[in-house]
């Protein structure tokens, strides 16, 4: 066994004591958005129901876009609690995404109208929080209350990023859900960099930089 299977076995055998040694009101905490070039990064804190399970709960990001979608009602009828919350693009700028990410986490996390007794969050960062808090990494596969976190986030964000595309539908938003792809690039150029862009990302910045430089830099003349 290598040691980086030997360090992920042993992650998993604490965060099973964790789970066993703690109450059953486990909120799951999960984030949508860190990596794309516009638009707020979301947030979601969910408190599983045990007494209500919930089949097909997976990593969002393994799940189809139909699959997310019917999931989500569930997960919100079923769940003892939860809440979505993001940071906005003029914080992610300020604070940088990683921070801004774990603001989003908070303001979910106090958004549930019960408070957990635990909160286990995706991945290898946490928040600070006044509650109990541990990293799972790949939570939202391991995790069924980081799952369904996920799926919220997920769901939530790519609503916004349709809404975004009826009122800008030249740049794609329901189609790239705002990641860096070669349309995505194209527009910016092509139409300028809007509010909701991120300009402390490098791929927005450098849009910026050829716009002020003219059109006959980029050819659009």
């Known amino acids: 066994m290598g040691r980086n299977e030997t360090k992920e076995r042993m992650g998993d055998l604490l965060n099973d004591i964790i789970l066993e040694e703690s109450a059953d009101l486990i909120a799951g905490v999960d984030e949508a958005g860190?990596?794309?070039?516009?638009?707020p990064?979301?947030?979601?804190?969910?408190?599983?129901?045990?007494?209500?399970?919930?089949?097909?709960l997976r990593d969002s990001k393994k799940l189809t876009e139909a699959a997310r979608e019917r999931?989500?009602?569930?997960?919100?009828e079923r769940a003892l609690s939860w809440?979505?919350?993001?940071?906005?693009?003029?914080?992610?700028?300020?604070?940088?995404?990683?921070?801004?990410?774990?603001?989003?986490?908070?303001?979910?996390?106090n958004g549930l109208r019960i408070r957990p007794n635990l909160v286990l969050v995706d991945g290898n960062r946490v928040p600070r929080l006044d509650i109990?808090?541990?990293?799972?990494?790949?939570?939202?596969?391991?995790i069924s209350a980081i799952s369904a976190a996920s799926i919220i986030a997920k769901t939530?964000?790519?609503?916004?990023?349709?809404?975004?595309?009826?009122?800008?539908?030249?740049?794609?938003?329901?189609r790239h859900k705002g990641y860096g792809t070669k349309e995505h690039l194209?527009?910016?150029?092509?139409y300028g960099v809007l509010p909701v862009h991120r300009k402390s990302f490098a791929p927005v910045r450098r849009a910026l930089e050829l716009r002020r430089g003219g059109d006959d830099e980029l050819g659009l003349t």
């Open 156 to 174: 939530t964000r790519d609503q916004w990023l349709r809404e975004l595309d009826k009122q800008y539908p030249q740049y794609g938003f329901a």
């Open 34 to 39: 860190r990596g794309p070039l516009a638009g």
């Open 41 to 56: 990064v979301v947030a979601a804190a969910v408190i599983l129901d045990p007494l209500f399970p919930i089949d097909g």
């Open 71 to 76: 999931l989500a009602p569930i997960i919100k």
């Open 132 to 142: 109990a808090v541990n990293a799972v990494v790949k939570g939202d596969a391991k």
């Open 83 to 109: 809440s979505v919350a993001h940071a906005t693009v003029e914080e992610i700028d300020e604070l940088n995404i990683l921070q801004a990410t774990m603001l989003a986490m908070k303001r979910a996390v």
């Open 186 to 190: 194209a527009a910016i150029l092509r």
